[in-house]
């Protein structure tokens, strides 16, 4: 069964407004995480993260949002721009596991112009 | 410029039919780490690497195999390829030391097996 979920598979936005992305979890054992962007033909690359200590983490346009006791986290684009539109991809790790990440099936992002 | 290397990109075989899929970081990474990518399954870890000469099994190693006798190389090897082994392959790596590490992605291999 699937520890970390996406469940919606794709979502679109206008260009300018904001885009948000979630992800479940069920593992409690689970501590921080972290967002992958992936672009057709490359490599997912690293977004943004955030530990378990805190419920917010932002970085320019991104924010993530944790909410421990619904095991529920979300990602806000503001505002969105066509250069995001991408998959996006929930990790989580857990302390003892080190770089050990277990992925969600991911949510592709179409921005219009 | 770091990165993560894999070869070949695209890769179309017929069952049975023994491949190697490379991978090589020049970041000086301990944690290197296998992967594919499945419509609606995200990415499952299939094998990964602590450091040279120490490997072990992530969710789905079955039909795997993999060495590390190089802290920059990490192969990926299936012996006898089956048409579920067709998936999106990427390699990853990382450096240890702390609890939580980013993973740096190669930009993946696109495998069918016929």
């Known amino acids: 069964d699937q520890q970390v979920k996406q469940n919606s598979p794709s979502l679109s936005v206008q260009e300018g407004r904001i885009s948000i992305l979630n992800c479940d979890y069920t593992n409690s054992m689970f501590d921080y995480f972290l967002w992958y962007k992936k672009y057709p033909a490359e490599g997912p690359t690293f977004l943004i993260s955030?530990?378990?200590?805190?419920d917010k983490n932002e970085d320019g346009r991104f924010t993530v949002f944790l909410n421990k006791s619904a095991k529920h986290l979300s990602l806000h684009i503001v505002p969105s721009q066509p250069g995001d539109s991408a998959v996006y991809f929930c990790?989580?790790?857990?302390?003892?596991?080190?770089?050990?990440?277990?992925f969600g099936g991911g949510t592709r992002l179409m921005v219009k112009p | 410029e770091a990165q993560v290397t894999q070869n070949p990109r695209y890769l179309i075989t017929v069952t049975g039919k023994k491949l190697t899929v490379t991978c090589s970081q020049n970041?000086?990474?301990?944690?290197m780490s296998w992967y594919r990518q499945d419509p609606g399954l995200g990415l499952r870890q299939i094998y990964y690497s602590m450091n040279v000469e120490v490997t072990d099994k992530g969710d789905v190693p079955e039909g795997y195999k993999v060495s590390r006798k190089e802290k920059r190389n990490f192969p990926l090897i299936l012996e006898s390829p089956s048409p579920n082994q067709t998936s999106l392959y990427f390699c990853a790596s990382g450096p240890t030391g702390g609890p939580y590490n980013e993973q740096f992605f190669g930009p993946g291999t696109r495998l069918t097996v016929l």
């Open positions: 955030i530990s378990s200590i805190k």
């Open positions: 990790a989580a790790s857990a302390y003892n596991a080190g770089n050990m990440l277990t």
């Open positions: 970041m000086n990474h301990e944690y």
